[in-house]
């Protein structure tokens, strides 16, 4: 008689991990009425029998959108994606809690998530806060990452393609005769962000490729204000006072362009007559810039939207594991840019 395969359910798993099936339920459901140990336990089971709860395809899930602190929820590249993430969920019958833990500990934050019974997590890291991916796993739910690359069970990402949309951008100004071109950066020495840095890396490797050598004091290394606009402000007085014979200006995104705009505009500067300015993002402000900025469009919107959708699918058990999916990003030439 051939040998029956026992069932995966609740039961099987409270008896390999020793606990009793409240337990476990309390683990799946996100309680907070359970200890650290017995989570661990019941999770690691969870993973190795690749149990998933019975839960309905009509259920409301709850979706977490955990921010970092400091996070600036009101920057225009935070409100377009959380505006898809939104927009889905009141479509589509998802619920959306928006969080961030001011104190930072692993602790705190699994305490928060629990306590908000979420079923999901969507994380727009935007690549800078790597460190928390240890507390991501531990909260033994599925995660999106939004703008962070990394593809593991239970966690799936939806990233943009900054090095080739920075190669694009850098091909325009090249090709409208621009050679002496400013950089304007979101990185700074003791940082380390993956999107930000591939975007610098496609402007020196696009210079390099058509023979020129990228000069350090073109560079303007990230100032960390409020505001990105008011960094944007400062690098570009730095680099008119050093670099005055600069031709172009290549800011990081839309918003820090909007900064090297004022810079321009209080020493005189016509954009695109005297200096062409380029962003980062297209982001709905863009266009209303006068003049309007020619940036790489990156669908924010979208992106916010999709990681919603993939959570609820997984969730529904309509889809096996969370995709990894990089996006194209489309030049955008506007008035900002002029040939020389």
Same mark, same amino acid.
């Given at each position: 008689?051939?040998?029956?395969?026992?069932?995966?359910?609740?039961? &099987?798993?409270?008896?390999?991990?020793?606990?009793?099936?409240?337990?476990?339920?309390?683990?799946?459901?996100?309680?907070?009425?359970?200890?650290?140990? @017995?989570?661990?336990?019941?999770?690691?089971?969870?993973?190795?029998?690749?149990?998933?709860?019975?839960?309905?395809?009509?259920?409301?899930?709850?979706?977490?959108?955990?921010?970092?602190?400091?996070?600036?929820?009101?920057?225009?590249? &935070?409100?377009?994606?959380?505006?898809?993430?939104?927009?889905?969920?009141?479509?589509?019958?998802?619920?959306?809690?928006?969080?961030?833990?001011?104190?930072?500990?692993?602790?705190?934050?699994?305490?928060?998530?629990?306590?908000?019974?979420?079923?999901?997590?969507?994380?727009?890291?935007?690549?800078?806060?790597?460190?928390?991916?240890?507390?991501?796993?531990?909260?033994?739910?599925?995660?999106?990452?939004?703008? @962070?690359?990394?593809?593991?069970?239970?966690?799936?990402?939806?990233?943009?393609?900054?090095?080739?949309?920075?190669?694009?951008? @850098?091909?325009?100004?090249?090709?409208?005769?621009?050679?002496?071109?400013?950089y304007l950066s979101q990185l700074i020495a003791a940082e380390s962000d993956e999107n930000h840095t591939m975007r610098y890396k496609g402007f020196c490797d696009t210079l390099q490729k058509y023979g020129i @050598?990228?000069?350090?004091?073109?560079?303007?290394?990230?100032?960390?204000?409020?505001?990105?606009?008011?960094?944007?402000? &400062?690098?570009?007085?730095?680099?008119?006072?050093?670099?005055?014979?600069?031709?172009?200006?290549?800011?990081?995104?839309?918003?820090?362009?909007?900064?090297?705009?004022?810079?321009?505009?209080?020493?005189?500067?016509?954009?695109?007559?005297?200096?062409?300015?380029?962003?980062?993002?297209?982001?709905?402000?863009?266009g209303y810039f006068y003049p309007p900025l020619t940036t790489v469009r990156q669908p924010l919107y979208e992106m916010g939207a999709k990681a919603v959708n993939y959570l609820q699918l997984f969730l529904q058990n309509s889809l096996a594991e969370l995709p990894g999916e990089t996006l194209d990003f489309e030049l955008v030439t506007r008035n900002s840019t002029k040939k020389i």
């Amino acid at each position: 008689m051939p040998h029956q395969t026992k069932k995966i359910n609740i039961r &099987l798993v409270a008896q390999k991990a020793g606990v009793s099936i409240a337990s476990v339920s309390r683990v799946v459901n996100n309680r907070t009425d359970v200890s650290e140990e @017995t989570r661990k336990r019941v999770q690691t089971v969870v993973d190795e029998l690749d149990f998933v709860p019975n839960k309905g395809s009509d259920r409301i899930f709850n979706i977490g959108v955990l921010l970092a602190p400091g996070t600036a929820i009101f920057s225009n590249y &935070l409100s377009s994606m959380l505006g898809g993430m939104i927009d889905f969920a009141t479509r589509n019958g998802v619920h959306i809690s928006v969080m961030s833990n001011v104190r930072g500990s692993e602790r705190d934050t699994l305490q928060m998530i629990r306590e908000r019974r979420c079923d999901a997590l969507c994380v727009p890291m935007n690549g800078e806060r790597l460190d928390e991916l240890s507390c991501l796993k531990n909260s033994g739910l599925p995660v999106m990452l939004i703008n @962070t690359p990394v593809k593991e069970k239970r966690m799936g990402f939806i990233n943009n393609n900054s090095y080739q949309g920075a190669c694009l951008l @850098t091909e325009h100004l090249l090709s409208l005769g621009h050679r002496k071109i400013g950089y304007l950066s979101q990185l700074i020495a003791a940082e380390s962000d993956e999107n930000h840095t591939m975007r610098y890396k496609g402007f020196c490797d696009t210079l390099q490729k058509y023979g020129i @050598t990228p000069e350090r004091k073109y560079f303007m290394e990230h100032i960390p204000t409020a505001y990105t606009q008011e960094s944007g402000y &400062l690098q570009t007085e730095k680099l008119l006072r050093q670099a005055p014979e600069v031709t172009a200006i290549m800011a990081a995104d839309d918003e820090t362009a909007l900064g090297a705009y004022k810079a321009c505009w209080e020493r005189g500067l016509k954009i695109p007559d005297d200096i062409s300015v380029t962003g980062f993002d297209d982001l709905p402000l863009a266009g209303y810039f006068y003049p309007p900025l020619t940036t790489v469009r990156q669908p924010l919107y979208e992106m916010g939207a999709k990681a919603v959708n993939y959570l609820q699918l997984f969730l529904q058990n309509s889809l096996a594991e969370l995709p990894g999916e990089t996006l194209d990003f489309e030049l955008v030439t506007r008035n900002s840019t002029k040939k020389i």
